[in-house]
């Protein structure tokens, strides 16, 4: 999916569509816990890093080979149109979806997660479609 997040986990600003990934859902609090999404092209480097993680099966919902940013990880406000958003592109392969919650648990235990949440009028200020 492509969503203008606020603002990087790392306190940067965006200024251009991100892809994120849903690995978790909680209906209770009415939200969305996202992993940020690159694709590989031009960052082959960087999936040898510890806090990247490869997709091995990313079509759907990427088109092109990606990899999971496990060290930034967004909670995002429920609300519907958002809803619609996230899941518009389809969703990864269960067994994958698996193994990336199972390797953000790993890496999130072991090593620092930088962690944001953003608020439905947070979301809608950077992404007017969604209004």
């Known amino acids: 999916m492509g969503i203008i997040v606020p603002s990087f986990a790392t306190g940067k600003g965006t200024a251009y569509p ?8 909680n209906p209770g609090l009415r939200q969305f816990t996202l992993l940020n999404v ?21 079509n ?15 909670t995002f406000d429920y609300f519907p149109k958002f809803d619609k958003a996230v899941f518009s592109s389809g969703v990864l392969i269960a067994s994958e979806l698996e193994r990336i919650q199972k390797k953000f648990a790993e890496f999130s235990l072991a090593s620092r997660v930088m962690r944001v949440n953003f608020s439905e009028t947070d979301i809608k200020n950077s992404n007017p479609q969604l209004v």
């Open 38 to 58: 690159s694709s590989v092209k031009g960052k082959e480097h960087k999936i040898l890093w510890p806090s990247n993680e490869p997709l091995t099966c990313f």
């Open 60 to 74: 759907p919902p990427f088109r092109v080979p990606s990899f999971v940013k496990l060290d930034e990880m967004y």
């Open 18 to 25: 991100r892809t994120l990934l849903v690995i978790d859902t």
